[in-house]
């Protein structure tokens, strides 16, 4: 089942003064299944933060349709995105995005505090949460008090704490160390085995490596995808590899 659907989308940027357009996205459509990890990559310049943006709700398409559930998420107000995307999505971003006057136990919370929860479901929810994620003695510190990989991983459990359909991360383990972005990966591949869907866009090789399908987006199009099916993580690495010399080069190659 699919849980979410991209269809025919396009995106076209005005420059400031109106004298040209930009077209970021062409025509892309894909979906996702329910407990997929797919990892979205490619060059600079290629569309794939923009498309990320939009299945973030944080911008408007210019054209095409996005259904998270089969509700068109392009077309909610401005005054119901917000709580439509605190209740249905999770965001990992690469710089964390906590906030340093506030205790990394009270920016996991945040989303729940936003939406009003009682006190006793966020407890509730919090203690397996941060004990999973390994983050129970932090709790009390400040963000500028650890680590990156501990930021990251509170950032994670802020994502994950209210059960959201998709979890969007955003270049995830580009400031981390490699000791650290290891572990997050793992930390992403234990959620995903246990049913979260994942949506990851990266330039990293070895952090595409660990998803399910890896897809190619170049000149605002999906140019390729891969499939695990029964390949390694080195598997996944040579073949992702491949692609993006292929890419770079200006190749074609088909879907496999």
């Known amino acids: 089942m699919s849980i979410l659907q991209v269809k025919n989308l396009k995106k ?17 459509s894909f979906s996702v299944g329910e407990g997929e990890y797919v990892a979205i990559m490619g060059e600079s310049g290629s569309g794939k933060t923009t498309l990320l943006n939009i299945l973030a709700s ?14 068109e998420i ?23 995005n906590l906030l340093d006057t506030f205790s990394i136990k009270d920016n996991i919370l945040l989303p729940l505090v936003l939406a009003e929860k009682p ?35 509170a950032a994670a459990a802020r994502a994950l704490i209210t059960d959201p359909q998709i979890l969007l991360a955003d270049e995830p383990t580009g400031a981390l160390d490699s000791n650290a972005a ?35 987006i170049k000149d605002g199009e999906v140019f ?3 499939y695990r099916a029964d390949k390694s993580d080195e598997d996944m690495f040579a073949k992702i590899s491949e692609t993006l010399t292929v890419i770079a080069m200006g190749g074609v190659q088909d879907a496999k």
């Open 119 to 153: 006190i006793d479901e966020m407890e509730a929810k919090l203690a397996p949460l941060a004990q999973k994620l390994g983050i129970h003695d932090i709790l009390p510190k400040f963000p500028y008090e650890v680590s990156g990989g501990q930021k990251q991983r």
């Open 224 to 226: 390729h995808q891969i």
């Open 12 to 28: 076209i940027y005005t420059t400031r003064f109106g004298g040209a357009q930009v077209q970021a996205l062409r025509d892309v």
């Open 74 to 96: 392009t077309t909610i107000s401005e005054k119901e995105i917000s709580a439509f995307r605190r209740e249905n999505m999770g965001f990992v971003f690469q710089n964390f």
């Open 182 to 216: 290891d572990g997050l990966l793992k930390l992403f591949a234990q959620v995903n085995r246990e049913g979260q869907t994942i949506l990851m866009v990266t330039h990293s090789v070895k952090a595409a490596s660990t998803a399910g399908r890896v897809l190619f």
């Open 58 to 71: 944080l911008d408007r398409p210019t054209g095409g349709e996005v259904l998270l559930n089969g509700r």
